[in-house]
C-alpha cells in the first residue's frame, strides 16, 4: 500500500520557521516528481513546491520563493519543506505529493498519490 504521511506542522508565530517532513512508503518514488501543495480554508489547493526526480530541478511559487526549501533524500523515500519567515498568510493544511511525470508538475491534477496534510498556523 503506498502511503505518503507528513509530519511538523504547528502553531508559530509569524517570522519563525518549521520543518516539514514526508515519509513515503510502499514503494520507491525515486523518479517521481515530489512536490508540497497547501490549501487554507476557503481556498482552492494551490502549488508550493516541487523538486524532480531525476536532475532535481526545483520549482517554488513565488509567494514563498526565497523563504522555503524543498529537499528529498531518495535513500530514506523522504520530502522535506524547510520554511522559514513564516507569514500569516502561510496558514493552511500543506499537502505532500508524488507525480509519476518525469518533468515539473505544478497542478494537482499531475499528481498521483497525496498524503493526508499537516496543518500550519502562523498568527500574527
Known amino acids: 500500500q503506498v502511503q505518503l504521511v507528513e509530519s511538523g506542522g504547528g502553531l508559530v508565530q509569524a517570522g519563525d520557521s518549521l520543518r516539514l517532513s514526508c515519509a513515503a512508503s510502499?514503494?520507491?518514488?525515486?523518479?517521481?516528481?515530489m512536490g508540497w501543495f497547501r490549501q487554507a480554508p476557503g481556498k482552492e489547493r494551490e502549488f508550493v513546491a516541487a523538486?524532480?526526480?531525476?536532475?532535481?530541478?526545483?520549482y517554488y511559487a513565488d509567494a514563498v520563493k526565497g523563504r522555503f526549501t524543498v529537499s528529498r533524500d531518495h535513500a530514506k523515500n523522504t520530502l522535506s519543506l524547510r520554511m522559514d519567515s513564516l507569514k500569516p498568510e502561510d496558514t493552511a493544511v500543506y499537502y505532500c505529493?508524488?507525480?509519476?511525470?518525469?518533468?515539473?508538475?505544478?497542478?494537482?491534477?499531475?499528481?498521483?498519490?497525496w498524503g493526508q496534510g499537516t496543518q500550519v498556523t502562523v498568527s500574527s
Open positions: 505529493a508524488a507525480s509519476a511525470l518525469t518533468g515539473m508538475a505544478i497542478t494537482t491534477p499531475k499528481y498521483n498519490y
Open positions: 510502499g514503494r520507491s518514488f525515486t523518479g517521481f516528481t
Open positions: 523538486i524532480i526526480g531525476f536532475g532535481g530541478n526545483i
